[in-house]
């Protein structure tokens, strides 16, 4: 008995078998996909909700990397990466050689080094924000104090090198994101064409979402990769990038076509079901 479902009917409607002998990769596939495309609208929402509570309020940030800094939203951030990389960790994919899985398993590895090793900085520009910074703290007669003065540069940052392996995470996980719309998921099985052996044409209709999606991750990518190299190599900064949180839209655009692509893959349009 196999754990996970595998096979070219795993995200056909489920059928009338044992419903415990294996993880539901139609169901998974529909959760991941609103998981990646609610978190940026949740961090997006929370930013701009009215509140003096300090454990709620949040900044808008300028990358949904820097709400890690955010009291309450930096969980639901770690959470939601972590959960999206356990999914492709445990992924199992159809390629006999099993580079799927491999692809999937490290994608899910970057995942995990996305949330647990954050970007560095506050990421804000207002006056006043909350956050929760990494400070260190000296108990002085039973109580905690500040142990020296505060350091926005070390109070913002895991370690030194903890951003370098936060962007090369995202940048794997980015491209492996890609190609999965590009190539995978648009792989037409036998059961998907039709008596003259073309796709079918609700197969043709998803993968025109797999490569719309595919095609918004990767205009993301290049944006982000324009942002930081294009300062890098002439010496002029772009400061309107951040004043006007284009990392953050950047990689909200990238999470919400890798979700979408995951709900046309778990067939959340029913009407996207294939006819047997």
């Known amino acids: 008995m196999s754990l996970f479902q595998v096979g ?3 995200y056909a409607a489920a059928g009338h078998g044992d419903k415990y002998s294996a993880i539901d990769q139609r169901a998974l596939a529909r959760v991941v996909g609103s998981v990646a ?10 930013s701009h ?10 900044c808008f940030r300028y990358s949904i990397s820097h709400f890690y800094y955010a009291p309450l939203w930096g969980t639901v951030f770690t959470g939601a990466l972590c959960f999206i990389g356990a999914y492709l960790v445990v992924y199992r994919g159809e390629d006999r050689l099993g580079a799927e899985n491999r692809l999937a398993t490290y994608a899910g590895i970057g995942a995990f080094g996305i949330a647990l090793f954050p970007t560095s900085g506050w990421g804000c520009d207002t006056e006043i924000f909350a956050a929760r910074p990494k400070l260190t703290m000296r108990l002085v007669e039973g109580a905690p104090t500040l142990d020296g003065t505060f350091d926005p540069t070390t ?4 370690f030194e090198y903890a951003s370098v392996i936060h962007y090369a995470s995202a940048a794997f996980v980015f491209f492996f994101l890609a190609w999965f719309c590009f190539f995978v998921f648009t792989a037409v099985d036998d059961n998907q064409r039709d008596t003259l052996g073309k796709p079918t044409q609700v197969k043709v209709i998803r993968n025109t979402f797999y490569y719309a999606a595919g095609s918004v991750i990767v205009l993301a990518i290049l944006a982000m990769g324009s942002a930081a190299l294009i300062p890098w190599l002439t010496g002029v900064p772009w400061p309107w990038w951040d004043a006007d949180n284009w990392t953050f839209w950047c990689e909200a655009a990238a999470l919400i076509a890798f979700g979408v692509s995951w709900l046309v893959k778990g067939r959340f349009i029913t009407w996207l079901e294939d006819k047997t």
């Open 155 to 158: 109070a913002f940052r895991l």
């Open 37 to 46: 495309v609610g978190l940026p609208v949740i961090l997006w929402i929370a």
């Open 49 to 58: 909700l009215p509140s003096d509570n300090p454990y709620i309020d949040t």
């Open 8 to 10: 070219h009917d795993r």
